[in-house]
């Protein structure tokens, strides 16, 4: 056990960002990140998620070996990591790179000048990703202290790629990230890359690593002085080893840290104990039987199992036992403790090994399969890089046993034979036991006292033997390519292969594993084994192994996509047998992960700067950690913290709240709920005025599961929560009935919500729809169109900070869109007047309208409880219950009905759309309007679309990007594919016959919204699109690789839009200091949009009209300050894509008022001047005295709706064996008019693109009894890199002057979300192109059959692996099998025929 030198616990020591850290007193159970978080001034490290699954709390942790004087530097996830394990470690964090007074670091600066920084939360995280893997590239070859990682960057575009694989952002799709990565290798020309704001390679800001921190000497000098200490210990303990390599125990188990939140409550005491040998482990193990003990490498367990919390953590990470990796002349022996890193390096030197073995000839020409390669290969998609840098093997593996986790290892060591060493205390001593893995998983007890030591793989058959070959291959299949997302299901299929006589293939030793498909643990399919085992392949042999497979793969009752899980089990046998028959494209030939983007934007002067790329204002601090969120801002004294208590029924009476446990928590200080309510305050938890309002707290009903029924207020957010966790609410479900939980329930009991008065108008009847309908050849009737929810999965959490003031006030910071709505409601709720709340808020880690209603009632609940307990109470929630609180994006369930003639002409449409809205309106009662509006895309003729609002017992759904448009936007294009595929056609050519012409565009959407005629650009982009993308020939690029391609088809598909924007009203205060700085203030929220970069070059362009030749007033000049409710008043909510504009158009005409007040003054200073020439600064100090420069004015659009247009074309690719897509492409071109800032404006049509793609084809929710199981990211996978596509072209598209727009400029933030419906199109034609595969193989294809036939087939989004696979056929492998054994039965028959 560690101890000081007079034999007392040693203190925990560290370096953070090089400054020693030195702790008596430790939490075992905190983490790194709660500690920088509340412990230290630094905030650059954020938490996203708490689960491992983000990447926004990593941090490089350097670590120095005393026996090898080596650092090994690597990225963790602070949220995982203990602070106890970072015992001698260096930690360092964005901060330590670089700050705006010393200088910011290369990567902070290259993250700002490519725009790969948007609302900034990931930005701190992926700068560190990045930075680790630069350090690791310059490492390998100079790792010593010393040599600072002083050498040249060996990095390969690929390396860098893969960087951030383990960091999730939501708002730039990545592609500007993935550039900035790309910026430092040598194999990269940075004029390949996209738009940034370098001219050439030599302006960028340079990386010079002998400038990076350093591993502290301190450290080093402490770690050499442990290390003979411990040295000298161990001798002095003369351990005596027993064979085994485990030493003999000698001395007593002494926690290094014992730590106890409560005097009173023994069972809170946690210990934290650092063994320095197997034998401590043991005797730790020993002395701690019978209480909650977890045996710590990399703690990153925890960010699944969250319940879990032990009494005693024992440190087995530095067991030097439990650390072997060796290769033997049979094997590998890998010790339980070694991470997945290590053991992956570990495998690939061996691999390469053995290949130069193989080049010099040594294994020949029937080399076997690289086991270790194969091994490495599977074992780069666990989890992210960050946690297996910290997470074990021997960690993984007891996860699959103990708590049946879907593990990958588990399989694919049982795939390669793998045996494990387990020890325990024996009488004598240590005692250690072999077993296979299989037994040790399935049946070994692993009694509380053992521990798993090392694993053994045997190489031994991977060797080539009398002519055989060893196949070893494994798979996966998960929503994430690259990884970072658990398996549905996983497999490692081993066999020895031989030629038979005949010339055909024999297999022998045949194990195939098998894991995560709904089973307990791992399993070996036995009766596949035998079957295979000794036998000749043939077609037939193959196709008895896949149903015998089908029923060794059984999923336990319950397992979701079970049906899926299974026919991949069954694609994977296929995989990996078929290759011996018959050569064929089983797997993708496109594997590159490189992506690559172009931008194509055409820039003018008009507006100068305006128009001009400059970067994100702020951005160099958010990639530095500088720039302050909410739950930033360093804690008042006395601050308390807030967690919610949410009901776990979806409709039932409250009968009791029984809060006594919850306040029994040690920290608790009150739970406060709608009793605490003041007597003229109301129980609301957002008002939106007269437009409608939400309640705050359930009273007597509950009406969700995720209704608040209160708040738990405590010293810590983890102590709140807990006591959260303790009250006790009794529920009686009998006497209100059952929930309603879906819209077709709603439908059945007749529960609706009416339309708002205010959209009520907008989707009135089209034309005559009986005449419609009669003027079509054909029709399509009652066809069902579902579209799911999806979450907002904004970086930054729902937070708020709420501090009493005097005289009954409040100042509330809070992450919200909408700072007017939180300043009214908190002040309902509180029945004060609304100038007694004052709101700030700087900046919002991403919102996507997730903040603009439900949120409120986050910042509402901090300010009640803060005004009852007269102290400051802030919240920051968790991630799960943000997932559940905050609902998402309404789902719709449409049945349409369409007339069409026969070339594809459509005359009439009606449809009934039913809108999921929850318990609460929220957006959903606006939504009928934004639905129609996009719908209306097409000239369907006649239209009529009736509405109906479904009020369930499910969570509200809110605004969410595109909200509304989105939904009525696919079902435009499920009509239009609906349509084209009852007429055979290609669904362009049906688009292209429905397209608007500017009357019938005036008749759908009005003449005021059309504008002038040539504003109508859609028409000239499509052309543009296909003519730039090679329509054409791609188009028949693709049908010829479908023609050749079996398992993998493409598809290619393009779509236009039409989104309706409504002009927001806003106002703006300009303010010019002494110094000629001047401050902008607008009600609109920098929410990531780009929306003070805006501002601030439209008021350099207004205020440069004071200059003869309009020389822009220099944009460092300008502060945007933080929204303030009391300073801007009314400011209405920031959302719908036009805040910005109508920012930019109050900011403009406030400067003008100022050039109007400061042109006599300038005059009459350049009628002095010799040369006539005046300073900004002359001009300013000589008018402060003369003029009022503070103006504030307030801008009211004189059209309101107004329209975008755009158009994307996109290609995937589809495999039919697991159901996985690949977007191999996407060119779109954008009419956002003059762009007012083309850098920002791309950011948002990318990132709007990518989040796009989340809805198509990625994020999937459930729920089960009206609880949502994507409540994180373990369930809901929002894109990564790996599904983006591969090449993303975007255009500007050169529109003329408009003048009745803002600077002659569109929206950007919403619209181009629509656009990722063209993956979904073309991942449709794909499957097309599959089911037409597919009836080669089976005599009996209705072409109508839903499930069976060729083209009417519905694909909702997402179009999830789950849902390809399923239409492209569960049981595709099976039908191609018996089709090719029975060709291969004719062909006998035939020759037989022949040969009688
Ligand atoms: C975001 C994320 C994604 C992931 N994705 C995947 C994935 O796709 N596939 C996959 O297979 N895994 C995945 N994992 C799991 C990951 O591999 C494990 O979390 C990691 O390997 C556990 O190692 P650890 O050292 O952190 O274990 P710890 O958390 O330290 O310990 C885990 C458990 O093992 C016990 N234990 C540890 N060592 C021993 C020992 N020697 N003897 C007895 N008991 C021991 C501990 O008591 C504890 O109960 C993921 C994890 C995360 C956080
Ligand atoms: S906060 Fe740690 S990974 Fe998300
Ligand atoms: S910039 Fe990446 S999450 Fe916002």
Redesign the pocket.
Known sequence: MAKGGDGAARPLVFALNGSRVELAEVDPSLTLLTYIRTRTGLRGTKRGCG???CGACVVMVSRYDPRTKNVEEITVNSC?TLLCSLDGCAVTTTEGLGNQQAGHHAIHKRMSGFHASQCGFCTPGMTMALYGTLRKSGSKSCNKPEANGACNLPLTAAEAERAIAGNICRCTGYRPLLDTCKSFCADVDVEDLGMHQFQNKNELPVYDSTRDPVFPPFLVEECEARETSSHDNHNVESAQTNGNGIHHETSEVQPRFKFSDSADAKDREKVWIDPESLTEVLKALRTYQGTEV???????????YKDIKPNVYID?SKVDE?LALRKTADGIEVG??VT?SNFIEFLESVHGQESKATTNGVAGKNSATSVPDVLAAHLK????NH?RN???????L??AK?YN?????ATILLGVGAQVKVVSSGSGGPVAKSTSLEDFIWNSA?ENGE???SIWIPLDGASSQDGSRVHFKTYRAASRPL?????YVNAAFFARASETVHGGVKLDDVRLALGAFGTEHAIRARRVENHLNGKSLTWDVILEAVRLLRSDVVPVKGTRKAEYRVSVAVSFLFQFLAPLLKDDDYVSKYNGLLSSGKQMITMTDEYYPVGQPSPKMASELQASGEAVYVDDIPAPADCLHAAFVLSEKALAKIQNVDVQPALQTPGAVAYISAADLPPNGQNVGVSMGALSKQGLFATDLVECVGHLIGVTVADTYDHAKEAAGRVKVDYDVKSVGPPVLSAKEAVERNSFFPVHFLVAGSFKPLNDITEGFAAGDMKLENVKVVTESQKHFYMETQTALAIPDEDNCMVVYTSTQTPDYVQRTVAEALGIPYHNVRVITRRVGGGFGGKVFRGTAVAVACALAAYKLRRPVRTSLDRNTDMIFIGGRSPTTSTFSVAFTKDGRITAVKAQVLVEAGYEQDFSSFLPGDFTHAFKKYNYGAVEIDFKICKTNLVPKTAMRGPGQTQGSHLAEAVIEHVAARLGLDPEIVREKNFHDVESLKKFFGEGAVGSPESYSLPAMWERLKDSMNWVDREHKVQKFNEQSTWMKRGLAMIPIIYSNLSASKSAMVSIFADGSIVLETPGVEIGQGLHTKVRQAASFALSKLFPKGRGIDLSRFRIVQMDTISVANGGVTSGSTTSEGCCAAVQAACEILVERLSPVYKQLQDAAPDGDVSWESLIAKAIYMVDLKVHHRYAPKQFLYLNYAAAASEVEVNLLTGETQILATDLVFDCGKSLNPAVDIGQIEGAFVQGIGFFVTEGVETENGRELADG?WGYKVPTIDTIPKRLHVELFNSPALQERVLSSKASGEAPFLLAGSVHSAIRKAILSARKERTKWISDSKPNDPDLGLNDFILDPPASIDRIKKLCGFDNVESYLASMASSVEDAKSQLHCIKT
């Not at 910290?390 to 993984?396: C, D, P, Q, T």
């Not at 986790?405 to 290892?409: A, G, H, L, Q, T």
């Open positions: 689960e491992g699954g995982l977890k045996l710590v490498v990399g703690n990153t367990a925890s960010g699944y087995i439990l339980a403790s997945i998609k666990i989890a992210s946690v910290w997470g074990s093997v021997g960690g993984n007891m996860m103990l986790f879907e593990s990958d290892i692993l521990v798993l030591q990884g970072f997302a658990l398996a990211t």
